[in-house]
């Protein structure tokens, strides 16, 4: 071996400086494109590096879906856990496409900034996954990448402006997260619309236009109607399919915490959930116009409380923590800006508290004390004496205390501010929770005692108050 590298050497230090740096220049190339290699031809591949693909790559699950210039679907949708590796498999999806002969792409996400952050500009975006020599084009002005090698244009899109996709013409779709999207049918509506440019060279030729949606499921009206569609072919997967790849601080705070409940199911293992019977809430309730909003839109707010619901314990076992902070608006509607379970020590627990508080700028923290939950109050005054306190005893059930809070819901005066995935485990309890559950439900309890705290405060509060008598329970 050490023989034939200096024979390289030697041969290397007999070219002029012009053949040495072209030399380099292929080796460079040589690795790069080794690096940037997405598929093998092993079946069932885990995407471990092996002899021919010396990187990691994808795994079975994440290639491109259309295997045959006849396969029958017009569209594919990855439905997984978060980490699974969506976004990368769309990125690549846009790579073999463009490469393939398609020159026309949609690229579309919840909002313009997810679009552009995570799928364009993002370490698994559309830009990071191709070898330098073929580096698109990013203009951010107009919204647009640009792959001059093969004369295709991807433009960005986001579900916040569904007209604008009218009058577009594509022969790709790229859906990012699509079951978080503002308005999901009428995006999915004028998208498919636009879906009608028949593309002329190469493979893509005899593929004809497609669509590829990629997300991690929510039982939402547009989701279930997608998923009725014919032709669509479905691609399941779930984070432990990338364990590997994902960080340790992930694996111990998220996939430690939500594996083995219904939020995991959901949120890691990608299943679509259903209502259950007995819940204060539906899923449908949270997709409906006007529930969720943007931190932008929001009115004046003039009271904040971050509210916490404690656990009993701090041991691996124990419930978590819940904590949520709710704005009460000038237009007498709640706005829930947070939610959170936590798991950690009293202390720890309080310091992210204090935060939010001085964070928020919020005019007292509510903690409810049965079991013994003085202990979190002592614990928050030793991180932060001049924060003020309220505390809150429990006489009622949970799911009596919680019912006027539902109808709040119901009434269309509870809000949640910004991206689904922050409330996934907040929803999951209204929508699945029930007296016979044996799970606490952390993050329902602190929202009930903030929105108890600052809407249902009067002996002549009407809980029933504009709900048409024929529909009250």
């Known amino acids: 071996m050490s023989e034939s590298l200096e024979e ?46 010396p990187a990691p790559h994808a795994r079975a699950a994440q290639r491109w879906p259309f295997r045959t210039n006849t396969d029958p679907h017009w569209g594919a949708i990855w439905m997984a856990g978060r980490g699974f590796g969506k976004t990368r498999a769309c990125s690549e999806a846009v790579k073999t496409a463009v490469r393939m002969g398609y020159k026309s792409i949609g690229l579309i996400a919840r909002t313009a900034a997810d679009v552009r952050d995570t799928v364009v500009e993002g370490e698994s975006g559309v830009i990071a996954v191709w070898p330098e020599w073929e580096k698109p084009v990013y203009n951010s002005s107009k919204a647009q990448v640009s792959f001059p090698e093969y ?17 577009r013409q594509f022969d790709l779709l790229i859906f990012d997260e699509y079951a978080t999207y503002y308005r999901a049918e009428e995006v999915l509506y ?11 060279t190469g493979r893509a030729a005899k593929l004809g236009p497609r669509a590829l949606f ?8 547009a989701m279930k109607d997608l998923l009725k569609r014919d032709g669509l072919l479905v691609i399941r997967g779930r984070t432990h399919d990338n364990l590997e790849n994902l960080a340790e601080v992930f694996k111990s705070s998220v996939i430690g915490h939500y594996e083995g409940t219904r939020t995991g199911r959901q949120e890691l293992d990608g299943e679509m959930l259903t209502d259950v019977e007995g819940a204060l809430l539906g899923y449908d309730l949270f997709e409906q116009d006007g529930f969720r909003v943007d931190p932008a839109d929001m009115p004046q707010i003039t009271r904040i409380v971050v509210a916490v619901d404690p656990a009993v314990t701090s041991t691996a076992n124990s419930d978590a923590t819940g904590v949520s902070v709710v704005g009460l608006g000038a237009n007498g509607h709640a706005y829930v800006m947070g939610s959170w379970a936590l798991k950690d020590s009293p202390g720890a627990c309080m310091r992210f508290v204090a935060k939010l508080y001085h964070q928020w700028a919020a005019n007292s923290v509510v903690v409810e004390t049965n079991q013994g939950g003085q202990y979190v109050i002592d614990a928050l005054q030793q991180v932060d004496p001049s924060i003020p306190v309220e505390s809150v005893h429990a006489s009622k059930g949970k ?16 809000h949640h501010v910004g991206s689904p995935y922050q409330f996934a485990g907040l929803e999951q309890q209204w929508a699945s929770w029930t007296p016979d559950d044996g799970e606490s439900p952390d993050e329902l309890d602190a929202v009930v ?12 509060y009407d809980p029933w108050a504009g709900v048409p008598k024929a529909t009250r329970r």
Not at 151 to 156: E, T
Not at 190 to 200: F, K, S
Not at 399 to 406: D, G, L, S, T, W
Request: proline content about 7%; some cysteine.
């Open 8 to 53: 390289l050497r030697e041969k290397l230090a007999g070219l002029t400086p012009e053949q040495q740096a072209y030399v380099v220049k292929r080796v460079k190339r040589e690795q790069e494109a080794r690096r940037t290699l997405w598929e093998c031809k092993v079946p069932n591949c885990t995407g471990r590096p092996h002899r021919t693909h």
């Open 399 to 414: 799911f009596a205390r919680a019912e006027p809070v539902a109808l709040l819901y119901e009434q269309g005066r509870v």
């Open 190 to 200: 004028n998208a498919l619309m636009a879906l009608r440019l028949t593309p002329r």
């Open 214 to 221: 990629a997300t991690t499921p929510r039982p939402t009206k």
């Open 151 to 167: 004369g295709a244009i991807a433009y960005m899109l986001s579900s916040e402006k569904p007209d604008s996709i009218r009058g």
């Open 449 to 460: 005692w903030a929105l108890t705290k600052l809407m249902i405060r009067t002996e002549t």
